[in-house]
Every structure is written in C-alpha cells, then in structure tokens.
C-alpha cells in the first residue's frame, strides 16, 4: 500500500484508528488495467460513510428507495459500483 491513500479521509492511515488500507471492490482492476491508487479505503471510513448517509436519511424523513441506496453502500462500492469481497465484505 506504498503510496497509496484511502479515497474518503485521503490518508494512508487511519489518525484515530492506525488501521491500515484495504481495496474489496473491483476499482483497482477497471477496464483489465491493475490501478494501485483506486478503490483503496480504511474499513472504519467506508463504515462511517454508510452511518452518515443512513443518519441523513432518517432525519430528512427520505422514501424507501433512498434507505435502499444507502443500505446498498454497506455492500456495494460507490466507485465502481461492484459487491465488495473479502474482509470489507465481512465488516
């Protein structure tokens, strides 16, 4: 992960966790070519997105769809749009 920075708080390591970063989507692949610097994130980021965007959904009183398209981010990748695999699927 040399290099590399979480596409969310743009830091290699996580300040409050020291958790270090993980790719579970299909970013770092796109179109055959192996990308380094896509698709990587900390697992306490990609969850405290979904938390913030769910948290907004209740407050603004959204419709159903939206709650889907939120829930949708605990498992699907708002990059590339691929199911998440191994231990980012898992958290």
Known sequence: TKGQTCYICLEAVHART????VRGCACGDRDG???GST???HVSCLAEQVKIL???AKENNLDTDAWE???KR???C????QDYHGV???A
Do not use: I, K, P
């Not at 020291?18 to 970063?21: C, K, Y």
């Not at 708002?78 to 749009?81: G, Q």
């Open 18 to 21: 020291g958790e270090g970063l």
């Open 33 to 35: 070519v192996a990308s």
């Open 39 to 41: 698709g990587v994130a």
């Open 54 to 56: 769910v948290a907004e």
């Open 69 to 71: 398209q939120r829930w």
């Open 74 to 76: 605990w498992h699907t």
């Open 78 to 81: 708002s990059l590339c749009e």
């Open 88 to 90: 980012v699927r898992c």
